[in-house]
T-cell receptor, first 111, second 116 residues
Framework: QKEVEQDPGPLSVPEGAIVSLNCTYSNSAFQYFMWYRQYSRKGPELLMYTYSSGNKEDGRFTAQVDKSSKYISLFIRDSQPSDSATYLCAMRSYNTDKLIFGTGTRLQVFP | DAGVIQSPRHEVTEMGQEVTLRCKPISGHDYLFWYRQTMMRGLELLIYFNNNVPIDDSGMPEDRFSAKMPNASFSTLKIQPSEPRDSAVYFC??????????????FGDGTRLSIL
């Protein structure tokens, strides 16, 4: 079993839809949770960062962490075609710099 | 500011050849990470350095892989001899040592490696 599980998709939604992306994990020591966005033929770029449990909002993006369920989510409101990319969750425990990534969910937002 | 710079962007070579991938981290960053990305396994950490010193190389698949960081502005990942199963996109990332809770890794655009 992988430490971090993520549905690969693809997920196809119309412009303006609310998108929900999720990851589950097995290591209860994970404390730091991140979402990266990766466009085709580019490197991942950090979108959101959350420490421990709770919510964080940044514009159209909201990250949620539920440590009791070992479940994290990224919500995208009013999705745009420019949001079409692969979204990777990543996490690490407090005593390491080593990030563990999910395999990524490919999102396509059509006009 | 320039981001993480990787070269070459694409590499196609024959099985058995030596391959050298290069990375220039963001100036002032003291962590450098090498990753490999495939469809099947996603993004996997191979090795990372702190202040030019290798900290964790447990992700290096086998002795054919080696990485060096001779100075703060340059690192190489070498595969010798290369095999078709090494075909993947290799990413380099760098980060700053912050307060431990906010160290975003900045990625280069990767080297797409194909071993024939």
């Amino acid at each position: 079993q992988k430490e971090v599980e993520q549905d690969p998709g693809p997920l196809s939604v119309p412009e303006g839809a609310i998108v929900s992306l999720n990851c589950t994990y097995s290591n209860s020591a994970f404390q730091y949770f991140m979402w990266y966005r990766q466009y085709s033929r580019k490197g991942p770029e950090l979108l959101m960062y959350t420490y421990s449990s709770g919510n964080k909002e940044d514009g159209r993006f909201t990250a949620q962490v539920d440590k009791s369920s070992k479940y994290i989510s990224l919500f995208i409101r009013d999705s745009q075609p420019s949001d079409s990319a692969t979204y990777l969750c990543a996490m690490r425990s407090y005593n390491t710099d080593k990030l563990i990534f999910g395999t990524g969910t490919r999102l396509q937002v059509f006009p | 500011d320039a981001g993480v710079i990787q070269s070459p962007r694409h590499e196609v070579t024959e099985m058995g050849q030596e391959v050298t991938l290069r990375c220039k981290p963001i100036s002032g960053h003291d962590y450098l990470f090498w990753y490999r990305q495939t469809m099947m396994r996603g993004l996997e950490l191979l090795i990372y350095f702190n202040n030019n010193v290798p900290i964790d190389d447990s992700g290096m698949p086998e002795d054919r892989f080696s990485a060096k960081m001779p100075n703060a502005s340059f690192s190489t990942l070498k595969i010798q001899p290369s095999e078709p199963r090494d075909s993947a996109v290799y990413f380099c990332a760098s980060s700053n040592e912050g307060d431990g809770s906010n160290q975003p890794q900045h990625f280069g655009d990767g080297t797409r490696l194909s071993i024939l």
